[in-house]
């Protein structure tokens, strides 16, 4: 069966929520960590994994910034959602909010996303990370340490001392983990930066069988060539691309059985049945519907929409956060995919 009539947009709709600030908490000289009270009735749309992010409007200029920052947090071990954003060169966003956040200011939120997360919690993780890269990775390692059986290595490579992100935190987690966690610093001020070679020679006594990378662009291309591959290890690399258009704002769209396709979409464990239209992209469709589906960007960048095609076929305009192999598997982005023949089956 091939699509129908094309449907149309209703009406736009603000997508996220208005979250106030409850503390900020100045790591560097150019580092805070925001954190932000949920409300009772938003607490299951933010609840969170370690390692995941939210998506964030600051508000500079009329239509604000969309940006997305990693959650430091960790569920289960801090009460409060929790940020940590460092000033960015150039960056209007970071330097915004390093300089002007404070308690009691309300910022629009997205619920938090991404899959840079921890699974097994009896394996031996290897955490590397450089600069703001240290967010996600802290959470992941606080989960890790509150929840999980294995050896925990942390590799944190920064400017300087003076530069160092939860150091304190770091320090105590140390003194009340010292079998399980080990944490080694590196400042490329004393020790220029880090090479493959130096890497390897630093985590040799390392067990591990999950990788964790997160920090610039080149640094993690040198992680990644110092771990190298084999099939009992995973490396798991976390990415940010900027966002060019609003997240925030969606174009409902209307859907009956003369305007779309029929589409079984499974997630969460529940089964739903939608009528998905040609124009639209599935997240879309669901948002819609009021189904709470896992999406950021909604560019095809970030990943965090990512599902399988079990039945039906649809065409994407971006497949930036797949690689080659997820598509040969049937994997599709959800907030690119728009059907072209059904019926549909779509598994998250």
């Known amino acids: 069966m091939t699509v129908p009539a094309r449907a149309t947009a209703r009406r736009v709709r603000q997508l996220g929520a208005d979250l106030a600030i409850a503390r900020v908490v100045r790591e560097t000289a150019d580092a805070v960590s925001v954190s932000f009270e949920v409300p009772p009735e938003l607490a299951d749309d933010f609840a969170y994994r370690a390692g995941q992010f939210v998506t964030v409007r600051v508000p500079i200029g009329e239509a604000g910034y969309a940006r997305s920052y990693s959650l430091s947090s960790a569920p289960g071990v801090d009460e409060l959602l929790t940020i940590t ?11 915004w909010l390093v300089d002007n956040a404070e308690p009691g200011m309300t910022l629009r939120v997205l619920p938090p996303s ?13 955490l590397i990370a450089a600069g703001s890269g240290m967010t996600p990775v802290f959470s992941i390692l606080k989960t890790a340490l509150a929840t999980g059986t294995g050896h925990v290595t942390l590799v944190a490579s920064h400017r300087s001392p003076a530069d160092a992100l939860f150091s304190a935190e770091l320090a105590d987690l140390e003194h009340r983990h010292p079998d399980t966690l ?10 220029g930066r880090l090479t493959p070679d130096q890497l390897r020679d630093a985590i040799s006594s390392a067990r591990w069988q999950d990788a964790f990378i997160c920090g610039p662009e080149t640094f993690m291309a040198t992680a990644r060539q110092a771990l190298g591959s084999t099939p009992t290890h995973r490396v798991h690399l976390e990415q940010f691309t900027s966002i060019e258009g609003d997240p ?12 779309g396709l029929n589409a079984e979409v499974t997630l969460d464990g529940q089964t739903h049945s939608v009528q998905w239209p040609a124009e639209a992209t599935l997240v879309d469709v ?5 189904i709470r589906v896992p999406y950021s960007c909604r560019e095809g960048d ?11 076929r649809v065409e994407m305009a971006c497949t930036d956060a797949l690689e080659e192999e997820d598509i040969e598997d049937g994997f599709i982005l959800a907030c690119q995919a728009r059907p072209v023949e059904g019926p549909l089956q779509v598994d998250f």
Request: net charge neutral; proline share 2%.
């Open 85 to 95: 954003v460092k000033r960015a060169p150039g960056g209007r966003a970071s330097g």
């Open 114 to 126: 991404g899959l840079f997360t921890v699974g097994e919690s009896a394996r031996d993780l290897l």
């Open 182 to 191: 080990t944490v080694i610093d590196r400042f490329t001020s004393h020790e």
């Open 248 to 259: 925030f704002e969606l174009e409902e769209v209307a859907t009956d059985a003369a305007t």
């Open 286 to 290: 669901l948002l819609s519907r009021g």
């Open 302 to 312: 970030c990943g965090s929409c990512m599902s399988k095609l079990v039945r039906g």
